[in-house]
């Protein structure tokens, strides 16, 4: 891809990853664009911390399945070769999270993923986190949609989600 | 809660955040349920000495190679050409030489001959090639005639090729490093004196180029194969031209004195004799079906291409030179200086002393070196098939960190370089023993697809059945004829071949043995042990390592006991009385050992302990614990452990007995307070 042909080129581009059937479409999209600008990618876990515990408590169940998607990540990175550092955090809100590290970050694009919902006869439920973020990021936002299953049915992404075993974690 | 976390602040008070540490990040990655990925800083030394080595041979070969890489280290058809055709292609600088030289006894008229005879094995090599390309769409996964024949003859023919394989792959690095020296030689005199050493020198640095990996070495060795072939091909065009176009030609050669009718009696053997010294030209055709699997996919289509494009580059070449070389009766000449049959033909068509004939030497010189990359190339792959196969050691089939299979190319070095050095680094002495292993593997190979079209008769197979049952008989009658025609030397060969199948057969035979003596029923449910377990100390006084020894025993089992072996009564009396009043719940046993040994009165009380143990119960688990001091320098390590060395040594493989080492590390005194004394 030609530098030139995009008014606004991407050097850094954070990956918001929620450990759903999108991540993987994001991961490789980032990929792909990466490979194409050179860019550096963050991928980004928020753990939405409920108002029961502090922000700081550990959350340890949820940080390791966390910890596995960002790896899940990497793994993807590595194959393209690219660079991709994982970030991990607890917030009360994912949305403001995401912006907050976004422009801590000094990147120049957001890229989230939006999942298709089978229940209810299938639909593109866009909740809260991404309207939010459409509507406070100061960078460029990518919202990759998830195909329309065929027959309704999605398709398996059995290798991008769920937290791995091994150092204790189930 | 925990208050050493970052707390970052967003853009309004309420959108705090914590950054969470990931301490694994560093060293693994999820990979799936259960499942880790180790990093690339998992695999790096933590030790000083380890970290300065690792820098030496990140500098020697590069930085380590993940096994995702390894499709990048897949070869396009190009370097491939390179690295599986140099063997084969730098044979067209020598084949014709070696023709002339057998012809040239029968006399001038002979000569003439060896234009026809450079057909009759450029025909050969087109119906190996053919084989091959059938083979290697046959047998895809690589392993050339050693898969073929393990596919489908007895056992036994497979571990023949394979054989007959390494033997001519190490003659390959010998043959074509000693032939390059002297082509340098030839050149620089004076350099005559330290051939061997030059020859030691290229194959290092080959070998050194190999260990970094396939890729580099396809783009280190390419141009050069590339300069050469090229400038072959020139040459062959001009003298073609000149001879053709512009008449021009030598006079018919004088017969000499004596000589023989090359078509009678002795002539005829000699005629022979020619034909088989040059089809040294065939050797090296096989590495292409050897390494399919390391081509860019589609492996077979690429390969299959990769071998036509060589030995139509090859028969071109080598009729070419041949044809060059008779027209301008070029003979080669030994005396008063060497002059080989490319150097003369080169100086023919660049002109004599001149720039371009210097630089075309310099690349004759380079692929001749280069030639045995062929042999890099299919050796470590051949012996990791067979170290899979369980007739090699298998320490064969590890790769290193640049993905190279290590072991193989560094015993292929250290075998050619043996062998340079055993015959003085001369070619002639060398090349009896050469092409006579391949041959076998090309008959065998093709026999083998006989009898896989056979079995398959898949669409056209009756077309592939004759091809290669052709081929087959062909390269049988040539395999006799080089093996005559070089005999007795090549006999050894004949030797070597035997002796290598019998110690694969005993390596086989002892993996077959171990597996079998490991195995275990994929039904068996294993409960947990039931045998009782007892623990020995050895202790050589009380210290803190020793102290940290007991305790760790005193985890594994309630029975424990330490025991000193001592020569010196008075002090084994203090002692126990030390360590009766210090270590009250672990019984002390002195042994004293007036021959002043330690291993032999410690083995011996084990024996005894077992013989003292009831018969009606099954035997039990002895941990024997060694305390041991961990040095911290390199140096140190001479001061400590020297007996707990010599015990463990000794421990080793005795029936029923677990040796634990307890090490202790001095850091332990800044992290521990000294235990109180009283």
Redesign the interface.
Known sequence: MVEGANPNPIHKAVLGLNGGPTDELVVHLGCQLAKAYAAELVAVH??EVTWQH?????MTDE?LA???V???A??IA??YKVKLS????????VA??L???A??LGADAIIIGLPYRKRFGGDFAMGTTIPYILQNAPCQVIVLREPVPVGGERRDNS?SL??????G?R | MSDNKPWLHGRKPGDRRVRIERPHSEFFRYAGPGQLVAREAASEPRTAVGQAIEKVRHTLFGRRLSIHEEMGERLSKKKALAIFSSDAISSSAYATEEILRVLVLAGAGALLLSLPIAIGIALLLGVVSISYRQEIHAYPSGGGDYAVARANLPGIFSLVVAGALLVDYVMTVAVSTSSAVEQVISALPNLVDIRIEIAIVAIVLIMLGNLRGLSESGSIFAIPTYIFAGSTLLIVVIGVFRVVVLGEHAPPPDPLPGAIDPIQGIGFILLIRAFASGSVALTGTEAIANGVPAFKPPEPRNAANTLLVMAVLLGVLFIGITFVADSFGIVPVDEPQVRTVISQVAAKIYGDNTILFYVYQAFTALILFLAANTSYNAFPRLAAILARDGYMPRVFSFRGDRLAFTSGIVILSIAAIALIVAFGGVTTALIPLYAVGVFIAFTIGQAGLVRHWLRERSAGWRKKLGINAFGATLTGVVFVVVLAAKAPTSLLVMVIIPVLIVVMLFIHSQYKASAEHLAMSEDAIIPAPRREERVIVPVPSINRAVVQAVNVARSIAPDIRAVLISDEPEEAALMRERWERQLPEVPLVIVESPYRALVGPMLAYLDVLDRTWPEDKEDPITFVVIPEYVARHWWERILYNQSANRLRSALLGRPHTVVVNVPYRREQDEDEPAPKRG
Do not use: H, Y
């Open positions: 928020v753990i502090e922000l700081s408590d550990e940080n966390a910890s596995s960002l790896d899940l990497e793994g590595d194959k994982g970030d991990l955090l607890q917030a009360r809100e403001a999270a912006v907050d590290e422009i801590e290798d769920t937290a791995g075993a091994g150092l974690l």
